[in-house]
C-alpha cells in the first residue's frame, strides 16, 4: 500500500489536469461522451475557440485546466494519501538526558549525568488497523474528487443549456419584433381604408412595446448568465463567450428502476457513504485493539566518575549500561468501553447515513425523471402540433384579414400565439437538458447511451 501511494504520488505532478479526466471515464463518475474527448490544445487556443464557437468539450477542457475547486479536491486526495504513512508509522523514539549538579556518589564513583532512548512498540495490529481507517479516507477523499469533476461538468452543462436558452429567446424575439412591425404597417394601411379599428392599432402598438421589454430583459439575463458561466471557468466576467453549438439530445435507455440501481452502484455520495461504513467498522476494531497495551523498550546508559577514596575497587569508575522494557497498562475499564461503544454508535451513524442517501437519491430520481418526461412531452407537444398549429393560423388569419374575413386584432394575437409557442420549445428544451444532466449527476452515468441500444435523436440547434 505505501509503496502504491508513493508511486502516485510521484507521478501526480507530471499527469497534472488530464488525471481528472481518467478519474471520470475509471471511477464511475458522469461518463464524457465521446464528443467531449479533451484534445491537446493550449490555453490560448482554446479561449480564441470559446471567443468565436463555443463547444461543451472545449467549456469542459478549459474549466479542467482553470477551475481552482478541481486543483483544492486534488490535493486533499494527496494529503489524505501522505497521511497513510504518518498514521501507519512508528511513534518517535525518545531520548532523555539527565545531568546531576551535585553527582550522585555509588559504590562505583560519582553519576555525573545518564542517558536514555526508549522507543514506543504499539500492540500488533493497531497500526495496520490504523491504515485501514486511513484507507478508507484515501477512497473517501478520490470520491470527493470525483465528485468535484462531476459537480463542475454539471455545472457547466446546465449554465450551457440556460445560454442556449437565451439566446435561443433572443433570436425569437428579435424575428417577432420584426414581424410585428410588418403587422402593423399592413394595420396602418388597412386603417387608412377604414379597414381596421384604432383599439387595434394601440393593442399591436402594445404588443410591440412588450417584445422591446423582452429583449432588453433577455440581454440582461444573457450577461448574468455569461458571468455564470465565466465564473465556473474561471475567466474574467466579461469575457466573450462566441455561438453556442449545441448538444444533441437523445432519449433515456434506462427504465427508473434500472436509474435506481445505478445510482446505488455509481453515486460518488452513496460511494462515499460506503466508505464512510467501512471506516465505522475499522474503527471498531481500532478500538477493541486501543485497549491492549503497547509495549517499551529502552537503553540506558549512566556516567560514572572515579571515586574519591583511598582504596577505590576493581571496577570503579565503570560506567553504567542497562536495557529497559515495560508496556502500559489499560486499567481504566470504563474509558476502554466508552472507546468501543463510541465506535460502535458511529458505526450505526455511518449505515443510517448510507440508507438515508440512498431513500434521498431515489426521491430526487423520480422528480427529476418526471421533469424530464414532461419536458421531453412538451417538445413534442410544440414542436410537433402546437408551434406548425400556430404558424398555420397566423397564415390563415393573415388571409382572412386581407380578405375582409376577420379583424386586424385577431391577426395580431395570432402572432402573440405563435410567439409563445416559441418561446415555450425554446424552454421545454432547455429543462430537457437541465434535468438530463442532473438526473445523469444523480445515476453518476450516461443514461442515454447503452451498448446494444437504439439512441433516438430529439434535435437541437446552436446559438
Known sequence: MINSLNSEGKTMRQIQWI????????????????????????????????????A???????????????????????????????????????????????????????QDWNANISQMIPFPGKLSKAGEVVEADVRIARLKLDKAVRDLIVSIRESFHELLYIREAKNVTAQNIELLAHLRK???????????????????QSQSGQLRYDALLLEELEQTEKVQLNGLLNRPPGAEIGRLKAE????????????????????????????????????????????????????????IGDPDVPRPPSDAGRDAVGVQAGMTIPLWFGKNRGRIDQARAKLKRAKAAKTSRINQTHTQIRRLYFRLENARRLMELYGEELLPQAA???????????????????????????????????????????????????????ITERKGAPVEDTGRGGR
Request: hydrophobic share 45%.
Open 392 to 446: 398555420k393560423a397566423m397564415e390563415i388569419a393573415e388571409t382572412w384579414f386581407r380578405e375582409g374575413e376577420s379583424s386586424f386584432s385577431d391577426f395580431v394575437e395570432t402572432q402573440a400565439v405563435w410567439y409563445n409557442f416559441q418561446l415555450a420549445l425554446a424552454r421545454a428544451s432547455a429543462d430537457y437538458g437541465k434535468n438530463l444532466v442532473r438526473l445523469e449527476r444523480l445515476v453518476g452515468k450516461s
Open 186 to 204: 399592413v394595420g396602418e394601411t388597412a386603417y387608412a381604408q377604414d379597414r381596421a379599428a384604432f383599439l387595434d392599432m394601440v393593442k399591436a
Open 56 to 110: 461543451l468539450a472545449d467549456l469542459i477542457t478549459y474549466a479542467y485546466r482553470e477551475n481552482p475547486s478541481i486543483m483544492m479536491a486534488r490535493e486533499e486526495w494527496r494529503a489524505a494519501m501522505e497521511k497513510y504513512r504518518v498514521v501507519t508509522g512508528y511513534p518517535d523514539p525518545q531520548v532523555m538526558v539527565t545531568y546531576f549538579p551535585e553527582p550522585i556518589e555509588t559504590r562505583l564513583g560519582p
Open 19 to 54: 488525471i481528472i479526466v481518467l478519474i471520470v471515464i475509471l471511477l464511475g463518475g458522469i461518463p464524457i461522451p465521446h464528443a467531449y474527448a479533451v484534445e491537446a490544445l493550449s490555453t490560448s487556443d482554446l479561449e480564441t475557440r470559446l471567443t468565436r464557437e463555443a
Open 248 to 303: 444533441v439530445f437523445r432519449s433515456l435507455v434506462y427504465g427508473l428502476e434500472e436509474l435506481y440501481k445505478l445510482a446505488e452502484v455509481n453515486q460518488e455520495e452513496i460511494r462515499m457513504a460506503e466508505a464512510g461504513v467501512e471506516k465505522a467498522g475499522a474503527r471498531v476494531d481500532l478500538a477493541r485493539l486501543q485497549n491492549l497495551p503497547d509495549f517499551k523498550l529502552g537503553l540506558f546508559y549512566g556516567s
